[in-house]
């Protein structure tokens, strides 16, 4: 039975991960690769790297960090962030990524959805959105949230898919950093309306946060940050208690 | 040992190597010909579409290459379905190893299937040590409907053959290279046949 993913976020600033974690058994909480080592071998069933650097010459500090995380860990990673062509894609790719997210360049330049799943195959596109509810409609926002857009949530999910992204990294912009459990009710709607997997990101503070998105968001994969980070929740507990409420998962 | 990944333009391959060489093998990225047939064990991954993937393998010559092989060769995702009959993405002609045409998913599942699934019925050398039920990793669209070659299946909507293996030929829906303690196993396994 395919399994329900725990996905961990990392934010990766030049080459090292930002916004701190706790860490006891690790050497250098900033290294990239052994945080993700320790989350590959307690259970992740994927990682997300997402690189806030800007400028060119960091961006090239990241295709370093890809292959080491390549080399080193034997699950699976998605790499977003910064991410504008297909040659960026193509880049990470061959670093070793497995799968890229697209975010504000995908609305700015849909074809570009088009053009690197056709070039690369669906599988490894995957688009992230961001969008927030104002007056009851959601909408879609840009730079990590920052510029509002009108198009809708449900109609630009439904043009990505159409497009040929292999899946969707929901964040809900309201539910982010409240840890007061995730947008369930848009990512239902989601979840029934297309037909790729959904990513539920913004919200997660405890165990049954994760529980509610599988089962009442019926999303496919959960990805959340600070709450792995600071080990507020130990993935081995959390797939233990899905389990329990009878959810598939990886143990 | 001398092991040789096919280097013919698909997709990620660096993290092939990279999983050879975390069992203390190097492996070498090539498109030769001689090169490949002089390999002990020979790899042959792919991730991307499978008319493309089965034009640059024609440009190459390596579509009458890889089915004379002798030694043992790992198809990987892609690479396992191009070594079947047909493929129903872009309508390919595939290698005819594996008796058997793939398939594109009904919409009664998500397409793709994204994440860890479990193998069962599992019945060739590659899975020694491996428990049924073990899970792998998966990300494919495209899959190869159970027949006589089958080693390993799992349930997706419906049962369809993870693992295919005909004589030296094995090939793999799952990606060991990204299935933790298990495919390292599953390759390690491929690599001591």
Request: with cysteine; hydrophobic share 20%.
């Given at each position: 039975m395919l399994t329900k993913r725990i996905v961990p976020c990392l934010d990766i600033k030049n080459g090292r991960t930002v916004k701190g974690v706790n860490f006891?058994?690790?050497?250098?909480?900033?290294d990239p690769v052994e945080l993700a080592k320790i989350y590959a071998d307690t259970g992740a069933d994927e990682l997300v790297f997402l690189d806030i650097s800007a400028t060119e010459e960091k961006r090239r500090t990241l295709l370093d960090l890809v292959m080491r995380v390549a080399a080193e860990v034997d699950i699976p990673f998605t790499v977003g962030g910064g991410i504008s062509s297909v040659d960026d894609i193509d880049k990470l790719l061959h670093a070793g990524a497995d799968k890229v997210s697209i975010n504000s360049s995908a609305v700015k330049n849909p074809q570009l959805i088009n053009d690197a799943s056709s070039k690369f195959g669906s599988q490894c596109i995957t688009v992230a959105i961001d969008a927030k509810q104002i007056d009851g409609d959601w909408f879609v926002h840009l730079v990590g949230g920052k510029v509002p857009t009108d198009i809708n949530l449900f109609e630009w999910a439904q043009e990505v898919e159409a497009r040929g992204a292999g899946e969707i990294l929901f964040t809900s912009m309201d539910h982010?950093?409240?840890?007061?459990?995730?947008a369930n009710e848009a990512l239902e709607i989601l979840s029934e309306m297309l037909n790729i997997p959904i990513i539920a990101s913004g919200g997660a503070g405890n165990m049954q946060h994760f529980a509610d998105t599988f089962i009442?968001?019926?999303?496919?994969a959960a990805l959340a940050a600070s709450v792995f980070h600071f080990k507020e929740i130990d993935i081995q507990d959390l797939k233990k208690e899905l389990k329990k409420q009878g959810i598939a998962v990886r143990i | 040992m001398k092991i040789v990944i096919i280097n013919y333009?698909?997709?990620?391959i660096q993290s092939i190597k990279f999983a050879v060489q975390r069992l203390g093998h190097e492996a070498i990225l090539s498109n030769d010909p001689a090169e490949i047939k002089a390999a002990d064990k020979v790899i042959f991954p792919g991730v991307g579409e499978a008319s493309s993937a089965m034009k640059m393998l024609k440009e190459t010559g390596l579509d009458e290459v890889i089915p004379q092989l002798k030694q043992p060769v790992l198809g990987i995702c892609l690479g396992m379905q191009l070594m079947?009959?047909?493929?129903e993405e872009g309508n390919t002609k595939g290698l005819r190893i594996f008796d058997v045409d793939v398939h594109r998913f009904e919409n009664?599942?998500?397409?793709?299937?994204i994440g860890w699934n479990q193998i069962a019925d599992l019945k060739s050398d590659l899975f020694t040590g491996i428990k049924e039920n073990e899970f792998i990793y998966l990300v494919h669209s495209y899959y190869a409907p159970l027949c006589k070659n089958t080693v390993a299946t799992t349930q997706y909507g419906l049962k369809y053959a993870t693992a295919l293996q005909k004589d030296n030929f094995y090939g793999t829906q799952f990606h060991p290279e990204k299935s933790s303690k298990a495919g390292t196993q599953i390759l390690k396994n491929f690599l001591e046949i």
């Open positions: 006891v058994d690790l050497r250098d909480a900033g982010d950093g409240t840890k007061d459990g995730f009442k968001g019926k999303s496919d | 333009g698909a997709g990620n079947c009959n047909s493929s009664n599942v998500k397409v793709p299937q």
